[in-house]
């Protein structure tokens, strides 16, 4: 049957950033960027990666609504949700949709991890591992998914506060996780039936962080797919968003906030802090888990931290440095250097830790 | 301008395998009957074959007339795209030219019809090669003796594994020393045959210049340190110019450093990994040293340690006693032999014959025109819309290859660098070797020319890389569902990787035949058309 694709594309999404706005959240906002001249690019963008997808599979259907809006005309988030919804509940094999964070928070929204979802980008920021690197590369990639070559994996939905942005302090927050195509090829041959390589690469790096704990020692896991592979791996069920404090294969503290951590730190000396690079931006601290802040990684101490990330994890980040952003200069200099890395079972990587 | 090569095409026949064009009674040729006198003299033959070795029933081969015969393998020959029809550039793999007269020399009698269970007093010609081989390797590297057992790099790598485990092994400190160090981008034997020596793995990532720091190297030495073992250049092609120091740093905490010269082409001559300090290295025959690899060669690492690891080599070392050569097998300290016997002894011939025929001033010609190659090709190829050279910072010039990417064509036109790897083949070039696993660098395509290509085929190859890079920004639909002029289309990757649906021989195709008439795995449906 042909693969059915549903299109969504945020009409306002990338305005704000063509005339140097740090987002278009607000209706104040495109308002102010239409005076200023901002052309809206989200359709065109989205155009090409159908253009190019068409060229690889001509049997590809196309999905959308019927939904033309005057983007001065206000269209918001709802607008986008219920265009979701409605493609979610139609079937359709990958939802493709074109915009920025804030577009991906409202798929996120919409269809959770229902449906395959996959981003070309047009927005101002885009965080988020949901996205492609253009609107080309993702036809290539929805091309490959339905090609059998790509698999599904979770995807972090990362935006920020575009208010504290635009205000000059950057603060990102992790919203959820969404499912969608990711290419297998970075680590082994693709297809290889009967490997269940990433989920094996996952399980081995599991083992290695659960044998470096021992009894009664307490861990914070931070959030994402890793940590959890971890908690698993413990013996313990966690939050996939949150930060979850664990001791002896037992959740003691669930989705903890900052200061849930400092009071279990209080009477805990020997805790490990354990976390893994979060998204497409191989950010370690500072984005996406908040609650571990400063002062609980200064209380953990920094020769107990354990970072953690299988190789597919860190070839995808293109041998970019992994980044710590705590707002704390001072420990975000004595993060940076050189840091290992748990890759799997008996197995580590060395690498660099910026600020 | 060099124009790429239009208008191949590949030969493309139908051609079933040889043991489906049996029919009972079809001969190749009939012998006339044997004589009666001879037949009494010569008696029965088989008697003669010791019972252990003599078939239970004759063996299973097809029964095909002599045209078929021949006509079946050049089919499959005019199908197959070799260094002998077009120009191979397979970075990682050292491609280069290998004198025909070695498969001469290797296919006669007095070295094919010889035996390693002879009495060494037979093989006195055999054993002198190895003998004076293991000389010059020891004279090219810097090391004090060898091995040729190993017979591929990573047998060889994981040699050099194994002689870091017995060092340790020896000084009571294996149980305390159990880390091995490489970087990311040496061959992933050097992290993952440590992993099957029982060691713990430790992988650099690469600093801003493209190969890791000192400060990486830092964070990883401890009194649990067993070894490094890298290969440099890495396969960037990017030389770490502070490697004396890795050596050092690692000695310091008492570790032995294993140099995995794969990429070796570059330092014939010029650089040798004992005088860099390193305690063991290994060079695959098969690459560097110009005999043939891949399905028409035999692969030979050349393993070589300095004189403190020579007790741990593998059994047996040819030793002369200053008139005859002998096999030294009492060697109480020795590691597991990693191959039976001597290892594949035509391919250290091959090797002896490329070094005597070169000479050391040779060796070193050899070594400067790859890299000369190698530059030519990167001044020409960077210039190619949609190629990116990574770590652009690093302005040093790359030894005997280049890791590019086709990043910004991809992110421009959607192409893959596999699909330009397809489209190669329709030019009548070989494809490219795009990466190691992982793929650190986005759209990778790796090419190394080696020394042995005329300026022309070099032409050749980059005007082929410029018309598909234009094609992918003019018409991506003709890269897209490249090749078109192949004599097979796409391969479908998932059953060559998959151990249920390939076989390497016909009885365990027929084993696995009868497996997919009866479909119970996903690998099965995809084959219930076979």
Redesign the interface.
Known sequence: MPPRVGVVVNPIAGLGGRVGLKGTDGVEVVARALALGAVPRAGARMAEALA?LR??RRDVAIVSGDDAHDPVGGTNAADTIVAARVLAEAGVDLLLFAGGDGTARDILTAVGDRVPVLGVPAGVKMHSAVFA??P??A??LAAAFFA?DAALAELEVMDLDEEAYRAGRVSARLYGFVRGPYRR??????????VAGETAALDGLAAEVASRLGPGTPAILGPGTTMRAVAEALGAAKTLLGVDLVRDGRVIAVDAAEADLLRALATAEDARLIVAPIGGQGHILGRGNQQVSSEVIRRVGLDRLIVAAT??K??SL??QALRVDTGDSGLDRALA????VV?GR???????VVA | MTAPRNGFHAARWNEPLIQDLSEPGARGLLPGAVEPAIRAGAGDALARVPAHVRRAAPPALPEVTQHRVVRHFTRLAQMTMGFDVTTDMMGTCTMKYSPKVHEHIVRAARLADVHPGQDPETLQGVLAILYRFNRMMCAIAGMDEFTFQPASGAQGIYTNACLIRAYHAARGELGRRDEIITT?FSHPAD?ATP?VAG?????????PQGY??L??????VSPRTAGLMLTNPEDTGQYNPAIRAFVERVHAVGGLCAYDQANGNPLLGIARAGDAGFDLCQFNLHKTFSAPHGAIGLGCAAVGVKEPLRRFLPRPVVTLDGTRYGLDDDRPDAIERIRAFLGNVPTVVKAYAWVMSLGTEGLRAVAETAVLNNNYLLANIRRIKGVAI?WPENTAPKLEQVRYSW?PL???????TMEIEQRMVDYGVQHYMPSH??????QPFTIEPGESLTIEEMDHMIATLRAIAAEAYEE??VV?HAPHHASVARV???I??????WAFTHRALAKKRAAWSKPR???AKRHAGY
């Open positions: 190019a060229a690889r690197a253009s080309r590369a036809a290539d059998g090829d970075l680590v082994q041959g693709v297809k290889v039936g009967g190789p597919a860190l070839a293109h041998h250097g050189y840091r290992r890759t008996g197995a580590e990587a060395v690498c660099r | 990311a992290a992993h060691f713990k793995v430790i992988t650099l990532m690469p600093g890791p720091e400060a990486a190297l830092e964070a990883a990574p990043e991809h992110n421009d036109t959607g192409v893959t696993v992982p793929v650190l660098v986005p991506p639909e897209h479908d990757d998932g060559a990787n998959d151990p249920a649906t795995s996903a690998a």
